[in-house]
């Protein structure tokens, strides 16, 4: 089963190639993921810090913005590709244009 997934993406991902970046290509087949660090590794690095707002520049997917939001009443992220932004909006993560991000602030 999963070398059938990984034969559709290695097609899928050709022939988008002709037409999107490598980023808009990641988040139209959801894959390029990263792990940055757990939730339990956040509260142990802030010591629980928590706050009103706060930001996540270039958001890619928001996977790793995802253990901070519990922290934050409000969420707000950036990201150029347009499917990433679409995946950023179905995390429910308020999403900000790359220009105009300082006009939301101040962030926590």
């Given at each position: 089963?999963?070398?059938?997934?990984?034969?559709?993406?290695?097609?899928?991902?050709?022939?988008?190639?002709?037409?999107?970046?490598?980023?808009?290509?990641?988040?139209?087949?959801?894959?390029?993921?990263?792990?940055?660090?757990?939730?339990?590794?956040?509260?142990?690095?802030?010591?629980?810090?928590?706050?009103?707002?706060?930001?996540?520049?270039?958001?890619?997917?928001?996977?790793?913005?995802?253990?901070?939001?519990?922290?934050?009443?409000?969420?707000?992220?950036?990201?150029a590709s347009v499917?990433?932004?679409?995946?950023?909006?179905?995390?429910?993560?308020?999403?900000?244009?790359?220009?105009?991000?300082?006009?939301?602030?101040?962030?926590?």
């Amino acid at each position: 089963d999963w070398i059938l997934t990984q034969i559709y993406h290695n097609f899928a991902k050709a022939f988008l190639s002709l037409f999107y970046t490598q980023t808009d290509i990641n988040g139209i087949l959801q894959r390029g993921s990263m792990f940055v660090l757990s939730r339990d590794q956040f509260l142990n690095l802030t010591d629980g810090i928590s706050g009103e707002s706060m930001i996540d520049l270039g958001a890619g997917d928001g996977l790793p913005t995802l253990s901070m939001v519990d922290s934050f009443q409000t969420v707000y992220a950036t990201e150029a590709s347009v499917p990433m932004r679409n995946l950023l909006k179905s995390r429910k993560i308020q999403v900000v244009e790359v220009d105009a991000w300082t006009k939301e602030g101040p962030f926590d």
